[in-house]
């Protein structure tokens, strides 16, 4: 006969014991499958994120100085044309004095003194915005980087450009725009400037802005004509003379001869992604408007940022061995001196990527937001130890997955 007195309660607990164990182990590991999952995805997300932001940022210092003058027409003194700063009354003078960055970040470094002659970069180090509030870092703070040039607005016009032919017209100079049949043809639909190109005996390039007076804004009639009389065009056939657009006419008058553009890092407190570091902040990109002197909406280029660090290489001596300049160094030089002498903008980008990982810790006791292979590593950039890092983003900094977005620009157009 069969035996009929089925499983005695020892064997039934037993049996249950081992079920949940194996139970435990499955939701522990679905529980680390959809933890990876989840951090891979941020993982692509982050990087997706950053080609994107970056590819902005290096398009803007590869044409920092495009259009810009070197000097201006008839310039005497700051008397003669007025220097105002950014956010003052609206007007057609040139604005290019001493910058005033957005709400929250240290004007104090950010720029050397203009005079007659614009600088196509401007950097300095910046406070760091932490939950709203503004505070500083022993070490420093993030670095502010402002960038000038007729091409960085989010605007049509910036594209255009085109040559101004000189007329011999004996009663006028009836110089016409030339054109190149397309929608690349700078019209009454767009403002504009001239630059006037001549050299010295020495064989130097100088650019000169065009003026009328204190006007330096160029209007055309609907039927393309410049205006009337000798300004904004060549005064014989030796001279060349380009067009520059700078933003659509529907838009308000110019306030400066090119287009200025500012990079910096701040944390707003209601933008914030949550998988980010309590400590970090959003890389920003932001333009000045013309019309009110103020800066237009910041527009994110890339999230989980923890620090930010311009440097610039400078061959003073042109002999192929460059230095490497912070940016309050770099501003104590003139606009022809970087014109003439830096090489590369060296960019550094602290981020993480993905969100916070129980799971993961970080590997090293500091991180080098620089060149670590410059012959002196604390000069380049800044360097955060372990005590710096929990001091900015928390004891549990070593749970995110940190790196360093490095780029190495060339400008193309600070002296062509």
């Not at 890389?283 to 909406?297: A, I, Q, R, S």
């Not at 930010?308 to 192929?320: N, R």
């Amino acid at each position: 006969m069969g035996n009929n007195k089925g499983f005695t309660l020892v064997e039934m607990i037993v049996a249950m014991a081992i079920f949940m164990g194996i139970m435990i182990m499955a939701t522990y590991g679905f529980e680390r499958v959809l933890v990876g999952t989840g951090q891979q995805t941020k993982s692509a997300q982050s990087n997706f994120e950053g080609v994107v932001g970056l590819e902005m940022l290096r398009y803007d210092v590869e044409h920092a100085g495009y259009g810009l003058p070197w000097d201006f027409l008839n310039y005497a003194s700051n008397s003669a044309i007025q220097f105002q700063n950014l956010g003052g009354t609206a007007n057609k003078e040139l604005d290019v004095g001493a910058n005033v960055p957005v709400a929250g970040i240290d004007a104090t470094t950010l720029n050397a003194v203009l005079t007659d002659d614009i600088h196509a970069f401007s950097a300095g180090t910046a406070t760091k915005e932490v939950g709203g509030t503004a505070v500083s870092h022993s070490s420093g703070g993030p670095d502010y980087l402002v960038m000038r040039s007729v091409i960085s607005a989010l605007d049509d016009a910036t594209s255009k450009w085109t040559y101004v032919n000189y007329s011999g017209n004996t009663t006028g100079n009836y110089s016409k725009m030339k054109e190149w049949d397309n929608s690349e043809d700078l019209t009454s639909a767009d403002r504009f400037i001239t630059i006037r190109s001549t050299f010295t005996t020495s064989g130097e390039q100088n650019k000169t802005l065009l003026m009328d007076g204190s006007n330096f804004e160029v209007n055309v009639s609907a039927g393309g004509d410049l205006p009337a009389g000798d300004a904004f065009k060549p005064a014989d056939s030796a001279q060349v003379v380009v067009a520059y657009g700078i933003r659509s006419a529907s838009e308000s008058a110019l306030r400066m001869p090119y287009n200025r553009t500012d990079f910096f890092v701040s944390r707003p407190t209601d933008k914030m992604p949550q998988w980010c570091n309590p400590g970090t902040g959003i890389l920003y990109k932001t333009m000045v408007d013309h019309g009110t002197g103020e800066f237009g909406p910041p527009y994110p280029l890339l999230e989980c940022i923890g620090d930010l660090q311009v440097e610039f290489e400078y061959d003073e001596d042109e002999d192929g061995d460059a230095i490497i300049l912070p940016p309050a160094l770099l501003n104590t030089h003139t606009a022809h001196e970087i014109r003439s002498h830096l090489k590369n903008v060296r960019i550094y980008i602290l981020a993480h990527e993905g969100k916070m990982d129980r799971g993961y810790n970080y590997p090293k006791d500091s991180i080098h937001v620089g060149d670590p292979n410059n012959p002196s590593p604390s000069l380049s950039g800044r360097i955060l130890s372990s005590s710096d890092m929990a001091s900015l983003f928390t004891a549990d900094w070593r749970k995110y997955r940190w790196k360093i977005y490095t780029m190495v620009v060339r400008p193309k157009n600070l002296n062509q």
